[in-house]
């Protein structure tokens, strides 16, 4: 009995690159080293594909809904500013993406956008997104658009800090440390009120 394996989707080719580039770089998401990651033929990759440029845009378009827009969705329910900080603090630590750790993902994103203007541009403009998201919840809690973007960007670094220490020193990259940094943040914009 010949069992026919299921046809790939494009979703299929993105996921795949996605670990592969979580995994090994930019260099890793080839078009070659997908196929045999997926034991199939680069014929498939051309039926979804139109090049590997396609391929890599398809990437970032996923990052950004996956790792942005997705969890502010998730968070947006809550109803307070502080509670949906806290709740989107703990999501961002344990965001995982079809078994693929986010906070490799997105130090290998970083990694590429210094390579590829391309790539710089779209992350820029995603973590614009983060940032303006930060700031709007912090306003909202009293702090003014100077100190709010300040601190904005201070709980970013801070979580793009323990992203990158995970890969290499896991005991620095306490998830607690990073709560502590966002009760820190949440606590001086409630005392601007």
Known sequence: MNRKTPELTRDDWVLASLAAL??????????????????VSKGSF??????RS???SALLDLWEKDFTAQLIIT?????????????????VLSANNDGVDVAHAEGAFSAWAVLDPVAAARVRAVEAQRIGYLVSELSLMGADAADAELLSKGVYLALLGVFAARRYNPVLAEDNVFRRVVDLALDAAERRR
Not at 24 to 38: F, N, P, S, T
Not at 75 to 91: C, N, Q
């Open 22 to 39: 979580a995994e090994g770089g930019i260099d890793a998401v080839r078009v070659e080293r997908l196929a045999k990651r997926l034991n």
């Open 46 to 51: 051309y039926w979804h594909f139109s090049d």
């Open 54 to 56: 396609d391929l890599l």
């Open 75 to 91: 968070v947006a329910p809550l109803p307070t500013p502080r509670a949906r900080l806290l709740a989107l603090a703990d999501e």
